[in-house]
């Protein structure tokens, strides 16, 4: 089984429409990150959090909000969705370890909204 | 703040040639360095990473050395075969500064190996 898994895999909506991706992992790991992937944008930071209680906003957070339901889960809301936020939607965690720390990624949330 | 470029693709090789994507960064701390992979429909897989200057990270062929006197992190591989084909994304992450445990991606380089 998959270490992070998200799901739904993909999803079609229409705008002004609430939108819950979900990410689960068995990997033990605290912290957790949204992402969003555009075409020739690279990986954009939308909230992260370092353990159940804390949660932050990244670079891109408007639009979005979050929930750590606990260690394994962080839930991804788009409140009432417009046609900007179609794009491939990505949940990490990472191991920090002593001095580093290493990102994992799951499969992605392909979104479309209409 | 903390940034990653690296070169636009896409990269377009044919079998067996030599492969390097450039990537540089600014970073104000001790930053870790990475190198992701992505294959068609699927998430980011770690490839390889080195955690200070000199250190060379290396994975399924490929190389990467930490060269902190010239800010790079460039991506190499001596033979590409098509199954490289993927999107590679080189990344930061800056200890000993608030953008500790958030990473800095960049924009990704497509790369086709065609036979």
């Known amino acids: ?114 | 703040g903390d940034s990653v470029t690296q070169m636009e693709g896409p990269v377009t090789l044919s079998e067996e040639a030599f492969l390097t994507i450039n990537c540089t960064y600014t970073a104000t701390g001790y930053p870790s360095l990475f190198w992701y992979v992505q294959y068609p429909g699927e998430g980011l897989q770690l490839l390889l990473k080195a955690t200070k200057a000199d250190d060379k990270g290396s994975n399924k062929g490929f190389e990467a050395t930490y060269r902190k006197e010239t800010t790079s992190f460039h991506l190499e591989k001596g033979s590409v075969q098509v199954s490289d084909s993927a999107v590679y994304f080189c990344a930061l992450s800056d200890r000993g500064t608030d953008s500790w445990g958030k990473f800095q991606f960049g924009a990704g380089t497509q790369v086709v190996v065609t036979p």
């Not at chain 1, 075409?39 to 906003?57: A, W």
């Not at chain 1, 936020?85 to 001095?99: M, R």
């Open chain 1, 1 to 114: 089984d998959a270490d992070v898994t998200q799901t739904p895999r993909n999803r079609i909506t229409k705008t002004g429409k609430r939108i819950m991706l979900e990410c689960s992992q068995t990997k033990g790991h605290d912290r957790m990150y949204w992402y969003r992937q555009d075409p020739g944008l690279g990986l954009r930071l939308i909230y992260y959090s370092f353990d159940v209680k804390d949660i932050n906003k990244g670079e891109i957070s408007d639009g979005y909000s979050v929930s750590r339901q606990a260690q394994a889960k962080f839930s991804l809301s788009l409140e009432s969705a417009i046609p900007n936020q179609t794009a491939l939607y990505f949940c990490a965690t990472s191991d920090f370890a002593g001095y580093t720390d290493t990102q994992y990624f799951g499969p992605g949330t392909r979104l479309t909204v209409l």
